[in-house]
């Protein structure tokens, strides 16, 4: 894993939101990303059981295009 980036959290009720994106080597095997977003899933609940998490996996080094240049 790269880094880490855009986390967001929030509570609404009895319920915590967990969002974020993690930076992973670009040419990492599908399934390897997955392992590693998995594990980072488990870590979290581990910490807040219960939460909904919700994982983003992003090539690391890769800048998205802008918005207005995307199509």
């Known amino acids: 894993m790269k880094n880490v980036h855009d986390l967001k959290t929030r509570s609404a009720g009895l319920s915590t939101f967990i969002q974020l994106h993690l930076g992973l080597d670009p040419h990492m ?3 390897q990303a997955h392992t590693i977003s998995d594990a ?7 910490a807040y059981p ?5 994982i983003h996996q992003d090539p690391a080094g890769l800048e998205p295009l802008p918005v207005d240049d995307a199509y």
């Open 50 to 54: 219960g939460a909904d998490v919700i």
């Open 29 to 31: 095997p599908l399934a």
């Open 40 to 46: 980072v899933e488990h870590a979290l609940l581990q």
